[in-house]
């Protein structure tokens, strides 16, 4: 288990990195290395060259401005899931950091590594999915943006091209004093979720749920928003019975099925993770508001 | 009786010692915390080889050809084998539980016409470094011709090789009239029961770095555990030299746990290439590797049927069961399906016994022993049974025990079977005694008060409990060696080994309590074949039984010549003396120093004018024999909560509850039983190999063999009783290796059965939360 | 390594590293992991390998003071850097760290294999979280696979040690 041959790079700009891709043929990006590392040493990829994006001191770091938080590619897992910025304005990310691997891999682990591995079950797949995240993506023409809907392509595919690199990603800042949750279901803590669940709520000052967010992790090959569930949701008053009915709308999901995991068991662990993260995010709505 | 009981050697006296029974702090820490132990990948030597195994990647094929010709241009590679490569070294040898008939199906060391698991070796690379190494094993390829594989044990056998089947023998033990029984019985309970494939994955993987020393003639091989001097005897023949041209060593073992220190193809393969390649090799396991390599243990199939009275005793037994061994036989011959049938009948009084262990080869990576290896599998059958029948009977599941449980009034309990050869003597116990003091100790009574209530507030939680008997002390024999050196410090040399369990604190305990030295001045040689002549090794929970004994009795020997020569210089009566502290003393003034051991043993030194004609030194040799094994007891207790939507079960509380005759170091006996427990917790609940339809394995990283973290453990209880001290050794101790682990899938399948309300749902380990979950569901 | 060119800095490379407070220079290959970069070419052997894809936690490290697995990172990678070892965290050869302290009073290893990893860790987090809960400690460590403790005896060590770092400083 020792990384094959490769040649190393380790520009000092996105610019240089993106030049590097331009002109090499079968390159990897490293950033944390949790993933990627993993996949080297067990020989699962081969590439001719390694980008390391280590030494690109500006992508890292998070700012607000007036509708946002913008987290660079290659802040690490640890110091998102230490801000207090994020834990104030977006502690739904806060929370599913929570569940990312364990203390040694958060330390080094990126958000943008995580978002381009794009494995279904990553928490901060779900999470940026759930929380409307948009990804800059930097290319020989310039920056470029794409929403987290768009992002993924296919099974742990994300829609960028060779010579292109994440280099941040934004998150609007939802409204002070919703509700929130992230559940999953693992076999071991801070194993990749057999499946996980984002929630955010927002609460109308007549109670009534004015924006619903859910997305789920782990089921299908890429994370889905629950847009028919969401729908259920807005305009009513919370309450068990209808976070029920909109658990039920899992019962129609195509879930993903392998040796260790049968679709049907992933559906029911979605519902009934979907019911009790809508609890949860419901009860913080209404803590902060009442 | 042991022969070292019928000549009544001198035996402990009962109670704790000044050292022995004490929780003292262990002389192995040191370097240890200090990240500067010795572990295999920690030796090297100059000029070493990496050797990399190429391995099948078919689980049963003809191997038709090997291309070796891109691997071995691949600068820095110096060497590529295949069977051909080989040919004059035969399959590993068995070491244990022979069985006429096996022979066929020993593992060679490189595959020849035929592959039969994933993972098996068919070649191998030695280069100039490990990267080097696996670079080059990529580039060998293999044409293999895929064969049906054989995965299920309890399917028809198929043929091995043209006239032997996938059955080589079938493991059959009987007593009493059996079908007698049947026909008399109030009840006959049928079980059909799995456990699932699961080993002991040290976290430390193998290792083996073989070098020839040209200038001694001697072949050294490193990184070794468990059995050097077996070990030493069979590489020596294999290889065509004399035993005392092949030595072995023993650094740190990150792990034994039954898996480590078997004869392995590699460990073969390094120790011919140093000699043929004349430079040293070193090989060092992956993890992957070692998740397809290293042996597998425990699946076993039990179709077990009991026959009772109307009062709930046992009238008989009769199990019929399948034993996946894997692809190969190996050094442990039958032993796993041997010990489940000789075990399986467990502490329960039993008129009729009938077993039949159908032993069978399958495509899967070979299976061997593993901590508690034939018990953990039948304590689940047995007590499973148990359960079975107390709910038949209506009976409450502890009466039911109670009423069968051998006595303490019926010790020792002959039981008419044998295994590993010896016949099975339960030696001493308090069977019933232990049970009460646990459920005592557990709670029992205000649990199930309290699952009641947690019961009507909607909790989905349940208690179980299950009863086991270990096996420990296999003889026949171990010696030890102990010096006392003109400084006074103290050398004790054994044929044991260390798999980092702590025995060399628990042997210079007892040597200490019997010599009267400080426990910290005694050094600790073992799993060194240069420095004593034999050894049988640490395994089967033997060290503290056998060479404990040899301890004792050397620390005497070497003792009473102490006081011999003491008395002459101090012109007294040796029986008027005593040790204490490294130094000599009057009995009847112990604070008093006379003279010191170190001057004693100046004393008694070549030169010494008191030697002249004898042989000089202040040391002892001395062996202790057994011919039968000391059972060790004890009973788990289990409380499970169950998430009904998910199915996951979390351990809330449990008790371990293990007499094991005089606990040494009581700390490192703790230390066994919640260590033994979280390796039965990962067999009950999470730890399984996995194969798909085609034989690929499926558990190959730690992704996805699920070895319990912290988060996964309960606090863990612990109870150790000495109520019952072995009558086999002189210091009553029995073996504490194996009881934390033996009823852990029994215990936590009784308890989910009672959480879930639906007796008898649990039939098979692992737990998986999806099967949970299906007992859940409500009916519709 | 094979085929490299002389200078071809995507081969090989020299790096200087401070490992456990003092500067070490050397040449590897791009491909060397930090964790055989500290094994073989600094024969600091207390780091280590039990899975080498980053789960078991035996080998993890100091960079710059947090706790990372070695097998996942390259050697290349800690040029400039500072790296601390489990050989680095007692403060002489004679004196243990209270962590090292606390394991041996505790029996809090066995085989001894996963320990330098349980300790780097444990460093970092008693630095965060001075007075921990026990639950605090198995979270923190739940990303270290130990096989022979069944780490009730581990969590108590570090529950211990943490009270006399608090009292000693």
């Known amino acids: 288990m020792k990384p094959p041959v490769f040649a190393y790079h380790d520009p000092r700009s996105v610019e240089e990195a993106v030049g590097l891709l331009g002109r090499l043929e079968n390159t990897r990006l490293l950033a944390g290395g949790q993933s990627l590392m993993p996949m080297l040493n067990m020989r699962f990829v081969f590439p001719d060259h390694v980008i390391d994006l280590n030494r690109i001191e500006t992508l890292a770091g998070i700012v607000q401005d007036a509708e946002t938080i913008r987290i660079g590619a290659m802040t690490r897992q640890r110091d998102i899931a230490d801000s207090a910025l994020v834990r104030d304005r977006l502690p739904l990310l806060t929370e599913a950091l929570a569940h990312v691997g364990h203390r040694q891999t958060r330390n080094r682990g990126t958000i943008g590594g995580s978002l381009c591995h794009l494995d279904p079950a990553a928490e901060l797949v779900a999470a940026a999915a759930n929380l409307d995240a948009t990804i800059e993506i930097a290319g020989p023409d310039g920056v470029r943006t794409l929403s987290m809907a768009a992002f993924p392509r296919g099974f742990m595919t994300p829609a960028i091209e060779p010579d292109e690199m994440v280099t941040a990603v934004r998150m609007p800042l939802p409204q002070r004093g919703h509700g929130f949750s992230f559940m999953e279901f693992a076999r071991r803590h801070g194993d990749f979720a057999i499946v996980s669940v984002a929630v955010l709520l927002v609460l109308a000052p007549d109670r009534r749920i004015a924006r619903a967010s859910i997305t789920l992790g782990g089921v299908g090959a890429v994370p889905l928003r629950m847009v028919e569930a969401e729908a259920l949701l807005v305009g009513h008053e919370p309450g068990a019975a209808l976070f029920e009915r909109a658990a039920e709308t899992c019962r129609a999901i195509d879930a993903l099925e392998d040796a260790q995991v049968p679709g049907w068991y992933r559906r029911q662990l979605a519902g009934v993770l979907m019911a009790r993260a809508l609890a949860t995010a419901r009860a913080r709505a209404e803590g902060v508001s009442t | 009786m042991s022969k070292a009981v019928a000549d009544a050697p001198p035996r402990l006296a009962p109670g704790k010692g000044r050292v022995l029974g004490q929780p003292v702090a262990r002389l192995e820490d040191g370097p240890l915390v200090r990240g500067r132990g010795l572990f295999a990948a920690d030796v090297n030597f100059p000029r070493q080889l990496a050797m990399r195994v190429v391995r099948s990647q078919i689980a049963h094929g003809r191997l038709v050809s090997l291309d070796t010709a891109e691997a071995r241009a691949l600068p820095g590679v110096v060497a590529v084998w295949t069977a051909a490569e080989v040919s004059d070294i035969p399959p590993i040898p068995f070491r244990a539980t022979k069985v006429r008939g096996l022979e066929p199906y020993c593992q060679p060391i490189l595959a020849r016409e035929r592959v039969r698991y994933v993972g098996e070796p068919i070649a191998v690379v030695f280069a100039e470094d490990a990267y080097i190494a696996e670079d080059a094993a990529d580039l060998v390829v293999a044409e293999i011709d895929e064969l049906p594989v054989v995965l299920d044990a309890a399917a028809e056998p198929a043929e091995f090789l043209p006239g032997n089947s996938t059955e080589p023998t079938i493991v059959r033990k009987e007593y009493g009239d059996v079908d007698a029984a049947f026909r008399a019985a109030h009840a006959v309970i049928e079980l059909d029961l799995s456990v699932g494939r699961h080993s002991g994955v040290p976290m430390e993987t193998r290792g083996a770095i073989a070098r020839y020393v040209a200038a001694h003639d001697v072949l050294e091989l490193h990184g070794t555990a468990k059995k050097q001097h077996w070990n030493r005897d069979e590489i020596a023949r294999l290889l065509g030299r004399p035993p005392t041209g092949v030595h072995l060593f023993e650094g740190h073992v990150g792990g034994g746990f039954g898996v480590r220190g078997e004869l392995y193809p590699e460990d073969l393969l390094v120790c011919l290439a140093a000699m043929r390649l004349d430079r040293p090799v070193k090989w060092i396991e992956d993890r992957r590797e070692h998740l397809v390599a290293t042996n597998h243990s425990r699946q076993q199939r039990h179709l077990i049927r009991g026959a009772v009275d109307a009062d709930g005793r046992l009238l008989a037994i009769d199990d019929v069961f399948f034993h996946d061994q894997g692809a190969y036989v190996r050094t442990h011959g039958a032993r796993v399906a041997d010990l489940a049938a000789g075990m399986l009948p467990g502490p329960y009084r039993l008129p009729a016994y009938r077993v039949a262990g159908h032993f069978r080869l399958t495509n899967k990576t070979p299976a061997a022993t593993y901590r508690a290896p034939g018990r953990f599998e039948t304590t689940f059958v047995r007590e499973r049974l148990m359960d079975a029948i107390a709910v038949r009977l209506d009976l409450d599941p502890i009466e039911l025990r109670r009423r069968n449980l051998v006595t303490e009034a019926e010790m020792p309990h002959v039981r008419p079977v044998d295994t590993l050869g010896v016949d099975v003597v339960l030696d001493s116990g308090d069977y019933i005694g232990l049970m009460d003091q646990a459920l005592a100790q557990f709670g029992w009574d205000a649990v199930q008060r309290d699952l009641t209530a947690r019961r009507a507030a909607g909790d989905c939680v349940g208690a179980g409990l299950a009863f086991f008997v270990e096996k420990s002390g296999l003889g026949p024999s171990d010696g030890v060696r102990i010096s006392i050196d003109a400084t006074g410090g103290v050398e004790l040399v054994s044929g044991a080994a260390s798999v980092g369990q702590g025995m060399e604190t628990a042997l210079a305990q007892i040597c200490a309590e019997a010599l009267g030295v400080d426990y910290r001045r005694i050094r600790v040689v073992r799993g060194r074949t240069d420095r004593i002549e034999f050894g049988n090794g640490a395994h089967a929970s033997r060290v503290t039984v056998m060479s404990g004994s040899a301890t004792y009795h050397a620390a005497l020997a070497v003792r009473g010549m102490a006081l011999d020569t003491a008395a002459q210089l101090l012109q007294a009566r040796p029986e008027d003396l005593a040790i204490e502290d490294g130094q000599v003393v009057r009995a009847a003034a112990p604070g008093v120093p006379l003279i010191a051991l170190a001057e004693v043993a100046r004393q008694m030194g070549p030169n010494s004018p008191l030697m002249r004609g004898r042989t000089p030194g202040l040391t002892a040799e001395r062996w202790f024999y057994s011919e039968h094994m000391t059972y060790p007891y004890g009973v788990h207790l289990a409380l499970v909560r169950i998430d009904r939507a998910t199915g996951e079960v979390r351990v809330e509380k449990y008790l371990v509850a293990n007499d094991v005759g005089r606990a040494v170091n009581p700390m490192m006996v703790e230390g066994q039983m919640v260590g033994g427990f979280a390796q039965g917790l990962g067999g009950a609940l999470f730890e399984e190999f996995r194969y798909d339809e085609r034989g690929q394995p499926l558990s190959t990283t730690f992704a996805d063999y699920l070895i319990p973290t912290l988060s996964e453990m309960p606090a863990v209880d612990v109870l150790i009783a000495e109520d019952a001290p072995s009558p086999l050794n002189p210091l009553g101790v029995k073996g504490a290796g194996e009881g934390g682990t033996n009823a852990v899938g029994a215990a936590i399948a009784a308890a989910v059965d009672d959480a879930l309300r639906r007796p008898g749902a649990i039939v098979s380990l692992p737990i998986l939360p999806r099967t949970v979950r299906r007992h859940t569901e409500e009916p519709t | ?169």
């Open chain 3, 1 to 169: 390594m094979t085929s490299v060119a002389v200078g071809d800095e995507t081969a090989m490379r020299r790096i200087g590293v401070t490992v456990n407070g003092t500067l070490q220079a050397g040449e590897v290959s791009v491909r060397l992991t930090l964790a055989d970069f500290l094994r073989q070419d600094l024969k600091l052997t207390g780091t280590h390998l039990g899975c080498e894809h980053g789960v078991c936690g035996a080998c993890t490290i100091l960079l710059d003071g947090r706790a990372v697995r070695a097998c996942l990172l390259l050697a290349v990678q800690v040029d400039g850097h500072s790296v601390t070892t489990v050989e680095g965290l007692a403060p002489s050869a004679t004196v243990l760290h209270p962590l090292q302290e606390a394991f041996c009073a505790h029996h809090g290893l066995q085989c001894g294999f996963c320990t330098p990893g349980m300790l780097t860790t444990l460093v970092e987090f008693l630095k965060d979280c001075p007075d921990p809960s026990a639950e605090e400690v198995r979270v923190a460590i739940s990303g270290n696979i130990c096989r022979c403790t069944g780490y009730d005896s581990i969590v108590e060590a570090t529950l211990s040690a943490a009270a006399n770092m608090r009292d000693g400083s």
